[in-house]
């Protein structure tokens, strides 16, 4: 008996086993109306009163609708009432800036967005057949109305399709399909031990890979979502208190946000014992992974992969022969990106790139035939990172092979900020590299040659904003008198990187 796996088995399991427990607990400090808690009925009432609504606006099976939204329980619902009959939600990074998101609501061919009011300046650029402010323009959800059934469901069909930066000034679509991220959620949270009894506190933007399928996860076992907008350090432990919050997925960022906001806390950190931080996006120091044991008293768990990937990988938790270290020998541990996940292939090939095979990696990129034949050459997902399998089996990312800075979980483009800064008049030259930081990972950094004039960092730095999200626009400028070129032209960005990651084990921080 063959039965397609879809996203929705994860929706319709919590109906039908927990109708009258509390799914969701959306963020009250929002600019649209809170929803407030949603039972599983309620959050599942609301994902068909939306199907019904995108069959009255004539969506057909396929069709793409992109949600711009800081995390929110209408987003979250959306995986369901969007993917889970038929269609194809393009979760988009709210961060991003005016051009960025028309771009990609153009490339996707988006007839329906959704966009939080804080992006009011972008919905009003947007050219849709159909958009919704929410909160302003509430009507999302057709009540008593059943949607018309997917007839033909395909775990093969694309779910999501989620666009990320990579190595280009355009961004590529994931195409993700019901498979991918069905396998995806359950293998991750096989491995992170969710159950029905957890309560999850989205400190990771749900655009991200889909929250790296917790929200399908947590759902399907009849978890309590706990909907957090916007990431601040002694707003987290307050919900960890409030909710009896047990799992959190994040970037280094948010660790450290904890980290700083946990000395002002008054008495106890709350979670100690109970709380398990699942990180990814770039390795934090040991040092960082030995406070998260120490002081705040949370498991840590460290997960490697990329959106292409859904984006599960490698994961490495605590095992039963380390209960005995002292804590940082387990961080040091810890501080590797992992052992293979379940029905997860790993290896490196000759040049040292780091390469997988599984379930969950990518359908193809959007449109993009010649780049998803690259990517996946020889049945294979070659990640652009460098690394090595040590004697443990574990893998170590050594290098990224991709010309990518990783700061603050945000895959940010170096060749996408180098041509902003060059269409600067008085830029000749420019190198943008990622340089070590304590609290963001990486810092976007750029080296910058000048045609003589006058111009100062904070100039340039202004006119990145014009043309770029915030968080790709470098925080550091410096201007150089050449940068180092071989004798084809070609830039040495490793000579550029010595004097800033001299001391450092490996080239990513």
């Known amino acids: ?51 019904a609504k995108l069959d009255r606006l004539g969506v057909p099976v396929g069709g793409r609708v992109a949600f711009v939204s800081q995390n929110s329980a209408r987003l979250l619902t959306s995986f369901y009432g969007v993917s889970g009959y038929g269609r194809v939600l393009v979760p988009i990074n709210f961060r991003l800036s005016r051009a960025e998101i028309t771009y990609i609501v153009e490339h996707s061919g988006s007839d329906v967005v959704y966009v939080d009011p804080e992006q009011k300046a972008i919905f009003d650029a947007l050219d849709v057949p159909h958009k919704f402010l929410l909160g302003e323009d509430d009507d999302l959800y057709l009540p008593d109305t059943e949607p018309r059934p997917w007839a033909e469901r395909d775990e093969a069909a694309t779910a999501t399709i989620n666009y990320t930066s990579g190595t280009t000034a355009r961004p590529k679509g994931v195409q993700l399909t019901h498979r991918n991220n069905w396998l995806n959620a359950t293998v991750f949270g096989l491995h992170t031990t969710i159950s029905d009894r957890d309560v999850y506190l989205h400190t990771l933007p749900m655009f991200h890979a889909n929250g790296w399928g917790m929200p399908f996860g947590i759902t399907g076992v009849g978890g309590q979502h706990v909907v957090l907008r916007k990431v601040d350090g002694t707003e987290i432990l307050r919900r960890i208190e409030r909710h009896g919050v047990t799992l959190m997925c994040a970037a280094p960022a948010v660790i450290a946000a904890a980290l700083d906001a946990a000395p002002n806390w008054d008495g106890e950190i709350p979670g100690r014992d109970r709380v398990r931080i699942i990180v990814a996006g770039a390795p934090p120091p040991t040092r960082t992974i030995e406070r998260v044991l120490d002081e705040l008293g949370w498991e840590f768990i460290q997960i490697y992969g990329l959106t292409e990937t859904s984006p599960l990988v490698t994961v490495n938790r605590q095992r039963r022969e380390w209960d005995g270290l002292p804590a940082h020998d387990r961080a040091k541990l810890l501080g590797r990106a992992g052992a293979p996940a379940l029905g997860v292939r790993v290896t490196i090939d000759a040049g040292g790139e780091v390469l997988t095979a599984s379930n969950h990696n990518l359908d193809g990129y959007w449109q993009q035939p010649d780049a998803t034949a690259e990517a996946q050459a020889d049945n294979w997902f070659h990640t652009g990172d460098g ?116 001391g450092y084990e490996r080239q990513v921080n």
Not at 16 to 26: E, N, Q, S, T, W
Not at 36 to 44: C, H, K, P, Q, S
Not at 424 to 433: D, G, N
């Open 1 to 51: 008996m063959y039965y397609p796996l879809t996203v929705n088995d994860f929706i319709d399991r919590a109906e039908h086993v927990y109708p009258d427990r509390v799914a969701i607990v959306d963020e009250p400090d929002q600019p649209a109306r809170s929803l407030g808690e949603l039972t599983y009925r309620e959050m599942a009432t609301n994902a068909r009163g939306q199907a």
């Open 387 to 502: 690394g090595i399998l040590d004697d443990d089996g574990y893998l170590v990312i050594s290098d990224r092979k991709k010309d990518v800075i990783i700061s603050g979980g945000e895959n940010v483009s170096s060749i996408e900020v180098e041509d902003a800064l060059m269409s600067h008049a008085a830029v000749k030259e420019v190198a943008v590299i990622g340089v070590p930081d304590e609290k963001w990972g990486e810092l976007v950094t750029a080296l910058v040659v000048t045609d003589g004039s006058e111009i100062t960092d904070r100039e340039l730095i202004a006119h990145c904003r014009e043309v770029l999200a915030g968080y790709k626009c470098p925080k550091r400028i410096e201007f150089v008198a050449e940068l180092p070129r071989t004798a084809t032209g070609k830039l040495q960005k490793f000579k550029l990187r010595e004097k800033f990651w001299a």
